[in-house]
């Protein structure tokens, strides 16, 4: 079988984010079984990827040339819609997996040309696409929450199959955890300002913020200036080896206030039975199951440094939360060969439908 993963946005490594980190793992799995995969992106200018595209499209003659920096082909160009006929000629896909940006027109492209495709629903941005979702035989639907899943049932009447975000824990797993309450994300809606305020409560605990999207010069610099107030925090850039940051991280603070579609942190850092402080938005509660603790999104200050103080000051629960952390992440819905037995057979009997 041959898969093409297509997507609106950049993709690794001109885009780092959650989606791109579990296709990028889906990928790697999937050509360990002898699976064929290939990524169709956009791409972001003026860099060393840029200008070698660039360069190799003219010399080709084709709007989408495909790199192999990953060890496996991913596409780069502008409008992935209308590239979409010229990637699929070169690399014959027997079935796409549309992801991420504004997903329904590829969609739609894909069946227009009679190629099976399934919408793999990572997020619920579902206004933010162009055009209307075409239903019809080629398409099918995954979902990677019980969230998402009744978020699109709600929006377009349909069914999709659960698959959590595949999650590889040796890229993750940690010897020994760390010693500070660890925040990824320093934009508003990963709920930086309640991990802020929780530093400037607790000084004796050790905070470290790190870096997700990438941001500006002047967002980090920005962001460097308010938290240098703290002499109990440390503000670091995004590390492409996640494990650097799990290494520093007794426990992980996810309070967002936007509606997180899973939230993979909380799976990567499970793996290494690091318990998990989680807002109840979306799925995050999914994903942390029994292997942390949810507040809600919108409580007081007040009661999320009482959730944080009650794990930070008794080693007796904090020992529980350790041990139902790495409980979770051996469980069989968010198990690597589990996902990707799911996945190869979800797509063939789409292909053969």
Known sequence: MRILFATNHNYLPQMTGGSESSTNDLCNELIKLNYDVAVISSIKEH?????????????K????????????????GWNVKQGIKEVVNDFHPDVAIVQAGHPFELVNEFSRIEIPVVLY????????NNEKMLINKFVGFIANSKFTAQKIKDFLGVDALVIPPLVDPEKYIVSEKGGAVVHVGLVEKKGVEISFQLAMRR??????????????????????RKFEKLKNVTLLRRFSDMRKVYEMAKILLVPSICEEAWGRVVTEAQFSGIPVISSDRGGLPESVGTGGLVVSYNAHIDIWEETLSNVWDSPKLYS????????RSQEKDISKSFLINTLVNYLNNHIGS
């Open 121 to 128: 629903v990572r997020d619920i941005e579902f206004d933010k």
């Open 320 to 327: 529980e939360l350790s041990s139902a952390a790495l409980l």
């Open 203 to 224: 000084p004796d605990i050790p905070f470290v913020f790190v870096e997700s999207w990438v941001l500006s010069n002047d967002d980090y610099l920005n962001n460097k």
């Open 61 to 76: 003659k084709k709007k989408f040339v495909a790199d192999r920096l990953l060890g496996y082909p991913v596409y780069r």
């Open 47 to 59: 860099n060393k990827i840029w200008l070698k595209n660039r360069v190799l499209s003219k010399i």
